[in-house]
């Protein structure tokens, strides 16, 4: 069966320092892959998408992500936190089904 | 407005109520979704329409009706709901429904920021 694993349910990293966050899917085809992140009170946003191409993909507020196609990956990365990276963040994963499924969730907390 | 705005945010029931979630989206797409979050469980996709047709219907109880009159509304009715159906409801649109030509990058979902449901 198809799935996506967030191993990580809870992260805590210092301000300053690096980040990575994993996600591991179960699929029989290369899917198209996401990382979302989700502060308190608010929806998800998309913070990059990995579709085809370069494995390494940059996003937004310099958060990247690495295709590892003999791993079954698509881990975050941030080379250093800020204390508003402080969120819950999503790794989403879809096929050409209309389907996009999600992890569940690693929380960030980001101390002084 | 720009992007897709839920309503209410907030929403106390009781399990006897009737009531509506409502989403609206600014973006020009044409597919929506309602998705349901509950605390440390994976999102879970409930409905899927493209240009106003019921695409996916996944195994929704009856008391959860959508209804998506055009392409820039949909709504989430809300009946006899239990205690079990407190959660945040997610909307999200996407310019054509995710999957269908995804590579080309405009399928990707936009979300709004939820109406968070209890049901006492």
């Known amino acids: 069966a198809q799935s996506v694993t967030q191993p990580d349910i809870h992260i805590t990293v210092s301000e300053g320092a690096s980040l990575e966050l994993r996600c591991n899917y179960s699929?029989?085809?290369?899917?198209?892959l996401f990382w979302y992140v989700q502060s308190p009170g608010q929806g998800l946003q998309l913070l990059l998408k990995?579709?085809?191409?370069?494995?390494l993909v940059q996003g937004i507020k310099g958060f990247e992500a690495e295709f590892k196609r003999s791993q079954s990956s698509f881990n975050l990365r941030k080379p250093s936190v800020h204390w508003s990276d402080a969120a819950e963040y999503f790794c989403?994963?879809?096929?050409?089904?209309?389907?996009?499924?999600f992890g569940a969730g690693t929380t960030v907390t980001v101390r002084a | 407005e720009t992007g897709v705005t839920q309503t209410p945010r907030h929403l106390v029931m009781g399990m006897t109520n009737k009531k509506s979630l409502k989403c609206e989206q600014h973006?020009?797409?044409?597919?929506m979704y309602w998705y349901k979050q509950s605390a440390k469980k994976p999102l879970e996709l409930m409905f899927v329409y493209s240009l106003e047709e019921r695409v996916e219907n996944n195994s929704v109880p009856s008391r959860f009706s959508p209804e998506c009159p055009n392409s820039s509304h949909l709504f989430l009715h809300l009946h006899t709901l239990q205690p079990e159906d407190s959660a945040l409801y997610l909307c999200a649109s996407s310019q054509e429904i995710f999957g269908q030509g995804a590579s080309s990058g405009a399928n990707v979902l936009t979300f709004g920021a939820g109406s968070r449901l209890t049901v006492l």
């Open positions: 699929y029989g085809a290369t899917p198209y």
């Open positions: 973006l020009g797409h044409n597919a």
């Open positions: 989403a994963v879809g096929l050409n089904d209309y389907k996009l499924s």
């Open positions: 990995y579709f085809s191409g370069d494995t």
